[in-house]
């Protein structure tokens, strides 16, 4: 699953302001890697919670804090 999120994106460390200019000047001039990363991410997302889902999951966690 790990290997399946990585082909559908790029990935750069918080904060790095250099390595994410660098990763979206390589998807705005490589139409190839941006059609495989549009791919990738098509066959990623089925696998990944809906957003009611996180939601839900949210209020729950949220709701077991006591305060």
Known sequence: ????????GL???PGDVQALTGALSRVIGDA???ARLGAGARAVR??????????????ITLESIEV
């Open 1 to 8: 699953a790990d290997h399946e999120r990585r082909a559908a």
């Open 11 to 13: 990935l750069v460390a």
């Open 32 to 34: 190839d890697l941006r």
């Open 46 to 59: 089925p696998t990944l919670p809906t957003w009611d889902e996180t939601i839900t999951r949210m209020a």
